[in-house]
């Protein structure tokens, strides 16, 4: 009983994802669960759950961005973008960035990297047992309140005879799932989609999930779509609500997604 009216009174909310209507049919994001933001190349899943970590973070939840595809500074570059609204391509290219550019930059610095309770990481290793270290070490330091991966297939699993691929990524799948329950954290985890809209070598990592987001652009193959600069965030699965479609505007020359409404 007293669960229940504090879920019904708002005093017991999950971190939010950044988007107020994710946030409504999901309830946002809760310890010991998986969220997993599935997108073909290039769509936009790593910038999207970037966006989500920064919003987790802004609310005082210690978050843990865990990168199998980019540099710290790439990560870095892109939460300046999106948090300054700097043209990435500025800040990445010579002599493309202005004197309001840099002084953004000086001023966001500080307030991004020294105060946000997020942490960029790039482990020295692939595994799942090097992802697993870097979140326990989080959580004994001050403790830890979302992990983001970016991404599954990018794992490193062990070659075992007779262990497929699937298999494979199916145990870093239920091994993630398991560290949130241990930690007491929420999971983000990020999956490359096939060209049929499948997520890539496991049907197991739907299983786990407790939230599927798709991510798809209506102008990332037709370019004149009469919906250019909209992406849709594709609830497959909610574990704890309905699925649904929410419809947010792409910014990605500032690298970031944001309500339609704002």
Known sequence: MADLEDIQNGRKTGLTYGFADLDGITSGMHPGNVTVIAAGSGVGKSTLALNAAVAAAKTGAKVLFSSLEMSRMELMQKIVSAEGRIALHHMTHQGLLTPEGWEIVRRLGPELFRELPLRVHRPDGASLGDIASAARACTRDGGLDLLVLDYLQLVDTPQFRNVTREQAVA????????????????????????????????????????????????????????????????????????????????????SRFVDMTL
């Open 171 to 254: 145990g870093v799948s239920r091994g993630l799932k398991n560290l949130s329950v241990q930690l007491g954290c929420h999971v983000i985890a990020l999956s490359q989609l096939n060209d049929d809209g499948l997520m890539r070598e496991s049907r197991a990592i739907k299983n786990d999930a407790t939230v599927v987001i798709k991510v798809e652009r209506p102008d990332a193959d037709d370019k004149t779509s009469p919906r250019a600069g909209e992406v849709d965030l594709i609830i497959e699965k909610n574990r704890y609500g309905p699925t649904a479609r929410v419809t947010a505007a792409a910014q990605l020359h500032y």
